[in-house]
């Protein structure tokens, strides 16, 4: 699990096609403090486990799968990438829960700069609308953010400055191609009204909004 907090940006040193997949090596300065073999880490949003370690950088493998729902498969030499080494018990929740399973990818719609902020605009494949709400979280290239909009198959996130200078999202333009992840807990209400389970009843009968109505005294 990940909070959506980049860490630093890491530089792609090679990206090779393998078996399928492809070979990444990403060079790295503070998320290699502790990187061990086997590993997870986040690169732009996606879970990759560590499949070899050096100094200053560290081997991922992406399968064909990871390849078809992230922009994992472009990176080239020389690419500017988010990182951020899975959360652990105890850390401050500073974003929101980010599993690194990317939903899809979209891409900038528009961009904006304000007094102090900068508004960027986000579409991605309308199916994926009903996953977001104003001032829901969502995860863009693994950083968590707010939605300031919502439209049907685009959002709106307001960036301040600090975030812009210490992730790659300062680098994108119209067209930009990023990865998205939606909020874990949307798509589990969906898949639990979905399949019938009355999400309102406890055991006894009476909804947890009921029985607490029904305490004494209140």
Do not use: W
Request: proline content about 3%.
């Amino acid at each position: 699990m990940f909070t959506g907090l980049t860490e630093e940006t890491g530089t792609i040193s090679s990206a090779v096609g393998s078996s399928g997949g492809r070979k990444i090596v990403v060079n790295a300065n503070i998320v290699m403090d502790d990187l061990k073999i086997g590993d997870s880490i986040s690169i732009n949003g996606a879970c990759q486990t560590v499949i070899a370690r050096a100094a200053n950088s560290f081997t991922v493998e992406a399968v064909e799968e990871t390849l078809r729902k992230t922009t994992l498969g472009k990176f080239h030499t020389g690419t500017k990438v988010n990182l951020e080494r899975a959360a652990q018990l105890g850390d401050r929740m500073g974003g929101h829960i980010v599993q690194g399973h990317v939903d899809c990818t979209g891409k900038i719609a528009g961009m904006k700069k304000e007094a102090m902020g900068t508004l960027i605009k986000v579409s991605f494949p309308a199916e994926f609308g009903r996953y977001i709400v104003p001032v829901g979280s969502v995860c863009i290239d693994g950083v968590s953010l707010t939605a300031a909009e919502v439209e049907k198959n685009t959002l709106t996130v307001s960036i301040i400055p600090h975030t812009l200078s210490h992730t790659t999202l300062g680098g994108l333009k119209p067209g930009s191609e990023v990865n998205l992840e939606f909020d874990i807990i949307g798509k589990y209400v969906e898949k639990m009204l979905g399949s019938g389970i009355d999400v309102k009843q406890k055991p006894g009968g009476s909804s947890v909004l009921e029985q607490y109505i029904n305490q004494p005294g209140y």
